[in-house]
């Protein structure tokens, strides 16, 4: 995969169309995938860019059939290029409008933009910056199934998971920690997939082993709102691309083996105004009160499970969040320890304070999940909530989060005030009814283990 990037406008792609073979534009859908459509370079016009391009919204999730005209608009601040099979392609991603040339309120984008807006416009501050972590799979072989008479799943890894690896000299399978060659296979695909990513100006800290058998991680960089929703979802899309050119499959599903580590993705997180941290202070763990009221509202709003809706939006989410696996399911705040839900990292010189949120996963909408936790973390700014108080900094509170896809959309239809100065009420009801309807599929299908444990009840 061949990317780079570049700055240009509607003027100079016109001027200059032999440089491109085509154009796509590249829009999300509800679940946060990816979607697009590429533009012949025939077609390519002045007008293009300011007028867009028209498409089925309901195929994204958003509109019924017969509401669903939208209009993606090139955001060409987000363009780049990529060469492949030939052919160069230039990608943007792009904001949408209602067919009438209003901004649609559901979109992804939208949302985060109108966050950034009530951020600023409560004068706490005036920026929200995200560190997150990508922790994914990687397997030789992929197969499933699902039908009326047969369910399963099998995997193999080079590292030892599957035939023909089983009897391969290998690590334990909880004892992947960073680990390097010639134990981790996997160093070169991690370093093909970092260059790519910083030729996009994505940032990246580091990436090793992770804990699992062929379980990895990429650790970003800090960046705004809108860079940070919009950079995961194409650093997904790029390591899974290049995986599949080397023959092997990604994946950032939250529990795809039975009895192994499960792939998170914690978010590091900070306000700021002026340029200077929010959230440095003399409080709790070196925390501004700021801060800790912040922390205190999106553990509020997990505790209900309205949160959760989003950062951990699928019935595989909660196969991860088990005991025993540093995948914490209680509310609490604390220092260093990697059970917490809210970890202020131990290694953080005096004045660099922030918090990191570890329960999430990359089954979420990352648009709507950072979204939602800004929101959740204003209204714990707003009402002055003290987690001390609330209980959360005593790890045996027994404040346990629901634990299942419908307890925390029970939580979501019940507690979502938070969230509809930014999010329509219409786009919270479609999002129940979306996984609603995936929890229904997964929780009414007979297992292969409820078979091992009931066929001869």
């Known amino acids: 995969m061949e990317l780079y990037s570049l700055s240009v406008d509607a003027d100079s792609i016109v001027k200059n169309q032999d440089e491109f073979d085509f154009i796509s534009f ?24 300011k007028e867009g391009i028209g498409f089925d919204a309901s195929n994204f999730g958003f509109a019924k059939v017969d509401k669903s005209d939208m209009v993606a608009i090139p955001d060409l601040k987000t363009a780049f290029v990529e060469a492949k099979d030939g052919y160069k392609i230039l990608h943007t991603l792009c904001d949408v409008r209602l067919s009438d040339g209003s901004v649609f309120d559901q979109y992804p984008r939208t949302i985060t933009m109108k966050t950034m807006d009530m951020l600023r416009s409560s004068g706490v501050a005036d920026d929200a910056k995200f560190l997150l972590e990508l922790e994914f799979f990687v397997f030789d072989e ?193 220092k260093g320890s990697r059970e917490a839900s809210i970890r202020i990292p131990g290694y953080l010189a005096k004045g660099e304070e922030r918090i990191e949120f570890r329960t999430g996963d990359a089954t979420a909408n990352i648009h709507y999940f950072l979204s939602a936790m800004v929101l959740a973390g204003l209204d714990g700014m707003v009402k002055k909530r003290d987690p001390v108080k609330e209980g959360y900094t005593d790890p045996h509170s027994g404040k346990h989060y629901p634990l299942d896809l419908n307890a925390v959309l029970d939580g979501l239809e019940k507690d979502n005030e938070f969230l509809l100065k930014v999010f329509p009420k219409t786009l919270i009801e479609l999002w129940v009814k979306l996984k609603r309807s995936e929890a229904g599929y997964v929780y009414r299908a007979p297992t292969p283990q409820e078979y091992e444990l009931y066929f001869n009840c």
């Open 26 to 49: 590249l829009m999300f859908d509800i679940s946060g995938a990816i979607r697009q459509v590429t533009i012949a370079k025939s077609f390519v016009t002045a007008s293009l860019f």
């Open 142 to 334: 992929v197969s499933y199934a699902s039908t009326y008479s047969k369910s399963c799943y099998e995997v193999t890894s080079s590292e030892g998971i599957g035939e023909p690896y089983d009897s391969d000299p290998r690590f334990l399978v909880q004892k992947g920690y960073h680990r390097v060659s010639p134990h981790d296979k996997f160093f070169t695909l991690r370093n093909d997939i970092v260059t790519a990513l910083e030729r996009l100006n994505i940032p990246v800290k580091y990436h090793h082993h992770e804990v699992a058998t062929a379980q990895l991680e990429i650790e970003m960089d800090f960046m705004n709102l809108q860079d940070a929703s919009d950079k995961v979802c194409l650093a997904k899309w790029i390591a899974s691309t290049i995986a599949q050119e080397n023959g092997l499959h990604i994946t950032f599903m939250p529990k795809p083996i039975f009895n192994m580590a499960g792939n998170g993705m914690h978010v590091h997180q900070f306000l700021e105004k002026k340029g200077k941290t929010c959230f440095a202070g003399n409080g709790l763990h070196g925390l501004s009160e700021e801060a800790l009221s912040y922390t205190a509202g999106i553990l509020d709003h997990s505790l209900t499970g309205a949160l959760l809706a989003f950062s951990n939006p699928s019935t595989n989410s909660f196969k991860r969040l088990v005991p025993g696996f540093e995948a914490p399911v209680c509310a609490t705040l604390a």
